[in-house]
């Protein structure tokens, strides 16, 4: 049997990269409605003593920077749940709150602050969650506290530095971040000090109207740790017993919450990361401790223990932070990635016939990439799954239940799976926002009232229909005002244009598509008027008489300073997606630029192209500051297609059919594949860090064709020829025209300002 599982997950893991050649795949990534009414989504669910309205989950996104520095939920938090409440969603999941402050070093700041909720300790905490419950509750929502017993292995390890402690595991185990730094192994005092405390949070959280509690033991958390034999290699005393601590847990949370109240389980049926890394995995130091991680036969098993120890449901997928890519699926990959996985689970409890300490089937939730109304509705239908979890698609649109209900499928505003704002936001110091919902973690500032009609009808123009133009001219065409839209294509987009090229960013086209939409329903209902194929000058603008004008221009592509960079066959990257046919006549083709652009053209060309390439960068790392998990996928999968990455190398002449390039051949330089241990924000420096050597040599490397993909600068020019004629008595500049940037800042600044205009 166990064999049989191994190559399913294999299987599962290896075609997430080239899943897209399956076409029926790809439609399932599209935002349809052939399945209206979708009966089996809107369908009430009982779980132990609790009705949940529909099926459907609000998964969890950490709350980091959410509450009150003392963990107590505030204004900010209780809104923004308040929000998903109010769109529909049967069951609402909190973020991670650890219940192992004191013991995990990694989840207390300094002076007892936290970024995480609390609800331990202090009874100041109790009216924050309390006002969420009653909030959710009156949208007809549940909601469950999703409870962790720590991070350990994957917490910060700043709390050697600042508080002269180790990280703690299951094991000695390396620290994610740091793999240098150790973590030490949880004593069983402190082990058992969690499992009390986890039955005090589960009471607690009772006795404030939460509707049942929700454990995290998955991902390689500090529960992960104890309960998979690639962390807990322990050989003496209880908890060497890997299943143990888990069962324990759930033992005493259900004795103090007694019978009827719901225990919802985190789980990855494998963290796949024998399947993911192969032979590698014997030759990375900090990944040859685990690979005896636990079996998907062993998870199984596990899972039945839980539920006779008092578990009422599930959710399962894959991955740990080791292969971040998987348990934090990015755009990148397929529709419903993990459908398979919940299917396993299903079909084990059925045929051996698991039934819950209440006597009921046990749901199990999918999740992975399920914000596509017709695939999530299939899926329930065809029994792969009991409920569908969506996180990322309800930061992006708190409505889509409401919308899917009402079959207004068109009129979802999707996920794209950057997963810049509800990840790499909170990772950089921030707290969990959207790129494509600017009013997501701002409910507590945005609260509708900004969209009021306008105290004054001004006559607008905006110059550019990339992102930034597009959501501020229809915003501010929402609130009154008199706006005209200037777009020197022939359609809007911009860079969402050639960024939706590639077949892995299928997510785009949606966007694309819902820009598409609502930008002719302000046409219709508004008022907005939008001009295409018009390049504006300074004198039309003045000559507009406008009261305000706002620059949105984008960008201009930079070229490196290398001998021969003017060739013909020398191209910049948006070029080629907008136009791919210009790289039939090459096979050899060298990208200039190791960003998230050239990455996904390079990823783009080899898979869909069938063509050979090596990407050019001059940094240390490669698609430096994007998340760790799209970083991740990319690198990944483009190692095992053969691209060869050049970092800390730096493009000096392009020849008829070659390009010279300068690389460091030091054995100091980084090892560009790494995608085990995440690059640290800038501001968290790694004392083990090794210093780059330089050894330069010159390489040629084949190219027919050289593709630049090596940054862009504003192209603000409008905007000063404007700013100097004084063109109107009010003059903006936003989105990359102001500061290349990402889609995260265009989309927020343009809101803001419709909104303030």
């Known amino acids: 049997m166990e064999n049989k599982y191994h190559e399913r997950m294999k299987a599962v893991v290896e075609k997430l990269g080239t899943w897209y050649e399956d076409k029926s795949r790809l439609e399932e990534g599209m935002l349809t409605s052939k399945l209206y009414p979708y009966t089996a989504m809107f369908s009430p669910l009982q779980v132990n003593s609790v009705k949940i309205k529909n099926r459907l989950v609000m998964g969890p996104m950490g709350n980091i920077s959410m509450a009150e520095e003392t963990g107590r939920p505030n204004t900010k938090m209780i809104q923004y749940f308040t929000e998903r409440a109010k769109g529909g969603v049967g069951l609402i999941t909190s973020g991670l709150v650890p219940i192992s402050h004191g013991v995990d070093p990694t989840v207390t700041e300094l002076n007892n602050l936290s970024y995480f909720p609390r609800i331990d300790a202090s009874r100041t905490r109790f009216a924050g969650w309390r006002d969420i419950a009653e909030r959710c509750h ?36 390396p620290n994610f971040y740091i793999p240098s730094i150790p973590c030490r192994p949880l004593s069983g005092r402190m082990a058992r000090r969690i499992i009390k405390n986890a039955g005090q949070a589960a009471a ?113 997928d894959l991955g740990c932070y080791d292969n971040w890519w998987l348990p934090h699926p990015p755009g990148f990959m397929p529709p419903g990635c993990y459908l398979e996985i919940s299917k396993i689970v299903k079909d084990y409890f059925s045929a051996n016939k698991i039934l ?76 969990p926002q959207c790129t494509v919902n600017p009013r997501t973690g701002q409910e507590d500032i945005y609260n509708g009232s900004e969209m009021a009609p306008a105290k004054k009808i001004k006559k607008i123009a905006v110059v550019g229909g990339g992102p930034a133009g597009v959501n501020a001219a229809m915003i501010a065409a929402h609130r009154g005002h008199e706006v005209t839209l200037f777009e020197k294509r022939e359609e809007i987009g911009g860079m969402l244009i050639p960024g939706s090229r590639p077949a892995i960013k299928f997510d785009i086209l949606n966007y694309r598509a819902y820009l598409e939409t609502m930008l002719e329903e302000a046409i219709k209902n508004y008022g907005l008027k939008v001009e295409y194929g018009r390049e504006v000058t300074v004198d039309s603008l003045r000559a507009g008489g406008y009261d305000a004008v706002v620059c949105a ?205």
């Open 138 to 173: 009156g949208y007809g929502a549940k909601f469950f506290i999703q409870l962790t017993p720590g991070l350990g292995r994957v917490g910060s390890p700043e709390c050697l530095i600042n508080k002269f402690k180790l990280p703690v595991s299951a094991s000695w185990n």
């Open 204 to 316: 607690d959280a009772k006795a404030l109207l939460i509707d049942g509690v929700y454990l995290h033991g998955h991902e390689g958390y500090l529960l992960e740790q104890m309960t998979n034999t690639a962390f807990n290699r322990r050989s003496l005393g209880a908890f060497s017993d890997w299943q143990r601590f888990g069962v324990d847990l759930i033992k005493e949370i259900r004795r103090r919450v007694g019978d009827s109240y719901p225990i919802m389980y985190r789980i990855d049926l494998s963290l796949a990361l024998n399947e993911t890394y192969g032979e590698k995995i014997n030759t990375v130091k900090s990944l040859r401790k685990f690979k005896k991680e636990r079996t998907t036969e062993q998870t199984l098993d596990y899972m039945v223990a839980l539920v006779r120890a008092g578990v009422d449901m599930f959710d399962v």
């Open 356 to 431: 819950s300490n209440a006597g009921m089937e046990v749901p199990v939730v999918a999740v992975g990439k399920l914000g596509y109304p017709d695939l999530a509705e299939q899926a329930l239908r065809d029994k792969k799954c009991d409920m569908i979890m969506l996180a990322r698609p309800l930061l992006a649109d708190p409505q889509w239940p409401n919308k899917v209900y009402a079959g207004k499928v068109e009129r979802i505003c999707p996920c794209i799976g950057d997963q810049e704002g509800c990840i790499n936001e909170f990772v950089e110091g921030g707290h």
């Open 553 to 757: 221009t984008g960008t201009v592509q930079k070229r490196p300073p290398a001998k021969g960079i003017d060739s013909s066959h020398v191209i910049l990257a948006v070029d080629l997606l907008r136009e791919p046919s210009i790289c039939e006549a090459a096979q050899n083709i060298v990208i200039v630029g190791g960003g998230s652009v050239g990455c996904e053209t390079a990823y783009f060309l080899v898979h869909e192209k069938k063509k050979n390439v090596k990407i050019v960068e001059m940094l240390p790392e490669i698609m430096k500051g994007v998340c760790t998990s799209n970083r991740g996928f990319l690198i990944h999968y483009l190692e095992k297609m053969g691209v060869e990455m050049l970092n800390c190398s730096l493009l000096k002449e392009v020849g008829d059919k070659e390009v010279l390039v300068a690389q460091n051949m030091s054995k100091t330089v980084p090892n560009p594949y790494v995608t085990w241990t995440p690059l640290l924000p800038e501001n968290i420096e790694n004392p083990f860090v090794k210093k780059i050597k330089e050894e330069i040599k010159e390489r040629q490397l084949k190219a027919e064709l050289v593709v630049l993909s090596a940054g862009a600068r504003p192209a603000d020019g409008l905007y000063y020829k404007c700013l100097a004629a004084n063109v109107a008595p009010e003059l903006y500049n936003i989105g990359d025209s102001f500061a290349c940037g990402r889609l995260l800042e265009a989309v927020r600044a343009a809101y803001q300002l419709g909104t303030a205009i």
